[in-house]
């Protein structure tokens, strides 16, 4: 509805700049606007974004993953299936097939 209040977003950091901003926001975005300021859901957003960024766990090109270990896999949807098949996360070795964009490492298993 044209009446329902919108999200509004830091100037410096609006979504689109950062992939750990953009998370940070699609985090907070599940919030009903107005619920918290925006001066503190831009400090949270920038919050979230470092302590992602801290943690190493950014997605990063396929061509730089390596060969010799799993690593968590990002494939697309396709251009021929979209709308039918999203995308998604796969384990394994970064493989010349054309399919995963992006990689990132496994994260520690849990300690039993």
């Given at each position: 509805?044209?009446?329902?209040?919108?999200?509004t977003?830091?100037?410096n950091?609006?979504?689109?700049?950062?992939?750990?901003?953009?998370?940070?926001?699609?985090?907070?975005?599940?919030?009903?606007?107005?619920?918290?300021p925006?001066?503190?859901?831009?400090?949270?957003?920038?919050?979230?974004?470092?302590?992602?960024?801290?943690?190493?766990?950014?997605?990063?090109?396929?061509e730089?993953?390596?060969?010799?270990r799993?690593?968590?896999?990002?494939?697309?949807?396709?251009?021929?299936?979209?709308?039918?098949?999203?995308?998604?996360?796969?384990?394994?070795?970064?493989?010349?097939?054309g399919?995963?964009?992006?990689?990132m490492?496994?994260?520690?298993?849990?300690?039993?």
């Amino acid at each position: 509805m044209a009446d329902d209040p919108q999200h509004t977003y830091a100037s410096n950091y609006p979504p689109g700049t950062h992939w750990a901003t953009d998370i940070g926001w699609k985090i907070l975005d599940r919030i009903k606007p107005g619920v918290i300021p925006d001066d503190v859901r831009a400090f949270l957003a920038g919050q979230i974004a470092g302590q992602l960024m801290r943690e190493g766990r950014a997605w990063q090109p396929i061509e730089t993953a390596p060969a010799d270990r799993d690593v968590l896999l990002w494939v697309p949807p396709s251009a021929l299936l979209a709308g039918l098949i999203a995308g998604h996360m796969e384990v394994g070795r970064a493989r010349d097939d054309g399919r995963a964009t992006h990689w990132m490492p496994l994260p520690e298993p849990p300690s039993l």
